[in-house]
């Protein structure tokens, strides 16, 4: 139904930046929202940003400030911008979106995941 390919992860020394795209595609007829988690080693998946179908976003408050969250829609793309990387920033970080068909079933969809890495 829906596809996510994520791009954009890799190696940073610390107060770097990166940006994280999230290519979309697939049949679709609506989103509730989308947003990036990750998840480092030994701790849970967590919501790092979120956008609503209205634009509306939200953060986790360890990145609020540093990171934003985007979308291109004639690019079916979404964005992940991240400035001032520190090391606790490391971890996989992951596309998701909730998507809806015409008959108003929902789906939970998710990237493969993109590996950050932030050295100090």
């Known amino acids: 139904q829906v596809q996510l390919v994520e791009s954009g992860g890799g190696l940073v020394q610390a107060g770097g930046s990166l940006r994280l795209s999230c290519a979309v595609s697939g049949s679709i007829f609506g989103f509730r929202r989308m947003g990036w988690y990750r998840q480092a080693p030994g701790k849970q998946r967590e919501l790092v940003a979120g956008i609503t179908a209205g634009g509306v976003t939200n953060y986790a408050d360890s990145v609020k400030g540093r990171f934003t969250i985007s979308r291109d829609n004639a690019k079916n793309t979404l964005y992940l911008q991240m400035n001032n990387l520190k090391p606790e920033d490391t971890a996989a970080y992951y596309c998701?979106?909730?998507?809806?068909?015409?008959?108003?079933?929902?789906?939970?969809?998710w990237g493969q995941g993109t590996q950050v890495t932030v050295s100090s």
């Open positions: 998701n979106a909730v998507s809806y068909d015409v008959s108003r079933n929902y789906y939970d969809n």
